[in-house]
Every structure is written in C-alpha cells, then in structure tokens.
C-alpha cells in the first residue's frame, strides 16, 4: 500500500459520491484519531464519510481495488481502540455517522431498524415516541453508536434480562470486503440457508465487513419502576440477595455491584452527589425492577417486599428505595460515572471481564489482594453486573508514577497476570468491551489453538486482502502485521 493508493482512493471516492463524503482537513480528522481513553493514537489522510448503504459499498469496492485498508468508525467511543487508526497511516477512516436515520419502527411487531450511525440515546427517543424502548443502555449511549453496538456485541445494564447485542440483533444489513451488499434485515424467526451470518458480524469488530444498519428487538414501555440501593457486607451476600430475587420475580433487570471505594471516588468526582445510604458500607448494590403493566404490583412495592427478609436476615445491612424520578437518576448517575471518576483519580489497568456467576464475588475479592500482593503499591477492585459475571476490574498505579512509563511497563505485566486468574476460574478476557487492539496479544496468548484457527480462518475467507479494521481483534496469521 503506497500513499499514491491512497490518494487515488480519496479522489475516486470524491469523484463516485462528492464532496461531502471525503475529509481530509487535517484540523478535522484530528479529533477521530485518538481513543476515548487517549490510550491510542493512530494517523489518517482522510475520513470517507459516505451517506448510505450504497456508499458505503461503493467506499469499500473502491478500497478493495486500490488495496487501501479501512477502518469503520461511529462515535468513536471504543473502550479497546477498536476504531482507532493504525499509527502509520496505511488506514483511512470509514465514518457511519451519516447513516443516522431509524429506517422503520413498528410498535406492534417490536422491532426497529436503525443505520449504523444512529446514536443509542436517539433510539431509545425513537422508540419511546411509540410507546416501546430499546433495551439496552450504558453510560456512552450520547454518543454510542448502532454499528459500533453490534460489532463489539455490547452489553450494558440491562443484560440481566434482555441479554447482551446479539440477543437484540433480529437481522444485520453489512457491506462485505469485496463491496457486496447482505441484505439480511429481515427478522425471520426460522431460516435454515447453511453459516449464521448475523452471527458472524455482530461482535467481528468491523473486521469481516462493515455494519450499516440492523433491525432490532425493542420492548414493552415501561409503565413503572422501581429502583433500589443496598450496603451488603460482601460480594457472596450480593449473590444471595440477587438469587432470591431471580426466583421470585423475572421483573428484575439490573442488579450492580460496586465496593465502597468506587462510590467514594464517585462522590469525590460529582460534588453535588450523595451517597444513598447514611452509614458506611463495604459494598453496594444497585437493583432495578421494571413492569410494563400497569396493573402489576408497583416495582418499588416489589422491591420493598422482596429486601425486608433480607434485611432481618441480616443479608442485607441497609437499603433504600428511590422515592422518585430523580432520586432514582441520581443512583444511576453514580453507576454511569464511576469510570470517568476512577479516570480522574490516576492511571489505571483497566480490565472488561467475565467469569461464570457463581464464581464472581470470589474472584472480585481473591483477584484484587493477589494483585495487590504481586505489584507492589498499587491498588485494585472491581464493580460491575453481577447477574452475568462482567467484571470491570482495575488495577491504579502507585501514588505518584509517571503515567506514560507505568503505562509502558508495568501494565502490560498486571494484565497479564489479571488475565491469567480470569482463565484459570474459568472465563473470558472480553465480557463486553471487544478485543479492539488492546487485547490482540492477550487474545492469541490465551485464546486456545481451535478458537484463534476458526477465527483466521474465517478472517482470511471473507476478507483476504486484509483490508477490514487491521490490527483488530485477530490477524490473519500468527504475528502477521497489519496490512
């Protein structure tokens, strides 16, 4: 690939879909080369930004005849950088922000089909104006994107109930490496044509090819909810309290975990915030109820009903039920900014992981005092979605390091070492974040010869030019370069 390639690209595009759709103002194309974490800078002539899906199959053809690789792009909110260029320039940018439009809605069947550039928030208003919801959410959903969504198969809150993206996704629309348009939006509950394709490109990472648009599941509105906050002595209590609860009632739909130190870092990042709860506590859950009948019992009385015995069993030390919309907000406003608070506080190895659920509070607990043990100085814990094992876990450097060295130097040891104790319990390096760059290495390490052999193999059959997000997720040979 030669930067002649590359120009010759810009100017055909420029040429096929006009002006609109390629650019190349340095000063433009800056603010999309960096990660949202500022852990990854890449470099771009250019960002192609075509308007629809026959643009961008026109961008992707077009690249494919001039060997330039492509790196697609929504909100740029990647927690792996993923969507982030590759630092030599070889990449130009596939922006899908002009694909923002929700294409249909139809209450009665449940479902939605929305382009890849739609931002999760403007679905979840889509939706809502017709009396339904989308039932996935996460602290990005500002600036989180359809695409983006599905091809790192997010998770988010509501997991519990609803499951993760590819449980959402009822059909995909994707341009291939070669430019061919699938067409398979359609949300056929039986269809026996041979490989899942949807399958394959929810969760790919843009590198089998690019999502345009999907038709997704939404839900019923929500007639009421109720939303709870507890202090618990320990991670095992919290699993107790959640099982008692999963057996009683399928209305709950979130159920987080967080130790104090990570409400404390809230409470220290948002001045105006309080914490829910009078006294101290070693750890805290936050529960969500919802019903979608208005004739059911209200989730906050259920809420009530289901925490007084384990309150008198002393399972439960203390706990509150929002009494309103906005004390209920304000508890998910703690949730949603405990990343951008323990941001604030210092570098930090930051760990998306998942292990099985009955085997998360001890490893919450044995992972943090071995890493602490190992790596002396620094501090570690973790909060996250205790009803499907994601653990969010990180590890803070010393009190005053250099960032970008400990970075460097230290950190990938503490994952190393974080990523062993997850596969030895029996779980995943990736619960919801992708494996974007950050975690190629760990992936080919750890990921097992059968795993990483299916996967080449898959990547080097539908995209054999190496042209699709290179550097993401896997290679096409072990230790091959980016193209």
Same mark, same amino acid.
């Given at each position: 690939m030669t930067q002649a390639a590359q120009t010759a690209l810009i100017a055909a595009v420029r040429e096929a879909l006009g002006p609109r759709a390629v650019i190349d103002d340095p000063a433009d194309v800056a603010p999309w080369l960096t990660d949202w974490r500022g852990r990854y800078h890449g470099a771009s002539a250019a960002i192609l930004a075509p308007a629809d899906t026959a643009g961008v199959a026109a961008v992707v053809r077009l690249a494919a005849e001039h060997r330039v690789p492509l790196v697609p792009q929504g909100g740029n909110s990647s927690m792996v950088g993923g969507a982030t260029p590759p630092g030599d320039g070889t990449a130009l940018l596939l922006s899908l922000r002009r694909l923002n439009r929700v294409r249909a809605l139809d209450p009665q069947a449940m479902l939605a089909v929305a382009e890849a550039g739609v931002v999760l928030a403007d679905l979840h208003a889509a939706a809502a104006a017709e009396g339904c919801r989308f039932p996935l959410t996460l602290g990005a959903r500002g600036t989180a994107t359809i695409g983006g969504l599905v091809s790192t198969n997010a998770g988010g809150t509501q997991v519990l109930r609803f499951g993760a993206m590819r449980a959402l996704v009822a059909g995909i629309e994707a341009v291939l490496p070669d430019g061919a348009i699938y067409d398979g939006l359609s949300a056929l509950k039986k269809d026996n044509r041979g490989y899942d394709l949807k399958g394959l490109l929810v969760g790919a990472e843009g590198t089998l090819g690019v999502v345009t648009a999907a038709t997704l599941r939404l839900a019923p509105a929500i007639a009421a909810r109720g939303v709870a906050w507890a202090g618990v002595a320990s991670p095992a209590d919290a699993l107790v309290l959640l099982r008692r609860m999963e057996a009683a009632t399928p209305a709950i739909e979130s159920f987080e975990i967080l130790p104090r130190e990570s409400l404390d870092a809230v409470l220290a990042y948002l001045p105006a915030a309080r914490a829910p709860l009078a006294g101290r506590h070693p750890w805290h859950v936050l529960i969500e109820a919802t019903a979608s009948d208005p004739a059911a019992e209200p989730p906050a009385a259920l809420l009530e009903r289901l925490l007084g015995p384990a309150l008198e069993a002393g399972q439960v030390a203390d706990a509150v039920?929002?009494?309103?919309?906005?004390?209920?907000?304000?508890?998910?406003?703690?949730?949603?900014? @405990?990343s951008a608070a323990e941001r604030a506080q210092g570098p930090a190895v930051q760990h998306d992981i998942s292990v099985p659920v009955a085997a998360m509070p001890a490893f919450m607990v044995a992972a943090a005092a071995a890493c602490e043990a190992r790596f002396a100085g620094t501090h570690a814990s973790g909060f996250g979605h205790l009803g499907d094992g994601n653990v969010h876990f990180h590890v803070r450097a010393p009190a005053g390091v250099d960032a970008e060295a400990w970075y460097a130097q230290a950190a990938p040891e503490i994952s190393r070492f974080v990523h062993d104790l997850?596969?030895?319990? *029996? *779980?995943? @390096?990736?619960?919801?974040? *992708?494996i974007g760059q950050m975690k190629r290495a760990e992936l080919e390490r750890l990921g097992g010869a059968a795993r990483l052999g299916a996967l080449r193999a898959i990547k080097a059959a539908l995209d054999p030019l190496g042209i699709m997000n290179p550097g993401k997720l896997v290679s096409l040979a072990p230790g091959a370069p980016a193209p």
């Open positions: 039920i929002a009494a309103s919309e906005a004390q209920a907000e304000a508890f998910w406003a703690l949730r949603d900014s @405990i997850v596969v030895a319990a *029996g *779980g995943s @390096i990736s619960a919801e974040h *992708g």
